[in-house]
């Protein structure tokens, strides 16, 4: 069975340019999350859909952070304009709710350098 | 408020020997708690999974503890191993539609591992 899946894995690009990061979630998985890692912290979930609706996005700065999840399946997740600030990795995780354990997989993530 | 705090920050250990990281929670109404190990340049991958009636579980050389009432947790590693070094991860779920800002599961930080030969 394919895990979550990210592209791309790097990604280096100049303050002030666009970006958007692609994942594809488990097959099957309603539920699709992103979320911001820093260097030596947890992941911080940005945005999380339950089939197509984004059913948690208090924590995505809207300003400049966007994502969408059409169909329900895969999702792009995009920045504009990148600041240097948002130099991260960012993680793909899907699970499928209702399950008994709510597990959550990862995808290997996506490390952004703004410069 | 819900937090995950987790000790120590980092630790080295060689190779052979063992190890036990420390995770408080403060998260209510508690569902379930994880470990997560992580790699330098992966996504994290799941080690264990505890409800609140169980107090311990084993996954290969990993066992997990949870104490409901202490609200704490440890994962002990047994005769570690080079492969061993990454980060580990504990994550607290709260109850399903319980609200917040962060959805329902709290990270912490991670223990980073560095295990020598």
């Known amino acids: 069975e394919a895990g979550v899946v990210q592209s791309p894995r790097y990604k280096i690009i100049e303050k002030k340019q666009p970006v958007a990061f692609w994942c594809n979630p488990i097959s099957g998985h309603n539920t699709l999350y992103w979320y911001l890692q820093n260097l030596g912290q947890g992941p911080e979930l940005l945005i999380r859909?339950?089939?197509?609706?984004?059913?948690?996005d208090s924590q995505l700065p809207k300003d400049r952070f966007s994502a969408e999840r059409l169909k329900g399946v895969d999702s792009t997740l995009k920045i504009q304009p990148a600041e240097l600030g948002d130099s991260a990795v960012y993680l793909c995780?899907?699970?499928?709710?209702?399950?008994?354990?709510?597990?959550?997989?990862f995808g290997p993530g996506t490390r952004l350098t703004v410069t | 408020k819900n937090q995950v705090e987790q000790s120590p920050q980092s630790l080295i250990i060689l190779e052979g020997k063992n190890c036990t990281l420390q995770?408080?929670?403060?998260?209510?109404?508690?569902?379930?708690l994880r470990w997560y190990k992580q790699d330098t340049g992966r996504g994290p991958v799941s080690l264990t999974i505890?409800?609140?009636?169980?107090n311990t579980k084993s996954n290969g050389r990993y066992t997990a503890t949870l104490d409901a009432d202490t609200k704490q947790s440890s994962l002990h590693i047994t005769a570690s191993q080079l492969s061993d070094s990454a980060s580990y991860i504990c994550?607290?779920?709260?109850?399903?539609?319980?609200?917040?800002?962060?959805?329902?599961?709290?990270f912490g930080k991670g223990t980073k591992l560095s295990v020598k030969p």
């Open positions: 505890m409800t609140f009636s169980e």
């Open positions: 994550v607290v779920r709260f109850e399903k539609n319980y609200g917040g800002s962060q959805g329902n599961l709290i």
């Open positions: 995770c408080n929670y403060t998260v209510s109404p508690f569902s379930n």
């Open positions: 995780a899907s699970s499928l709710e209702g399950g008994s354990s709510y597990e959550q997989y």
């Open positions: 859909y339950e089939n197509e609706e984004a059913v948690d």
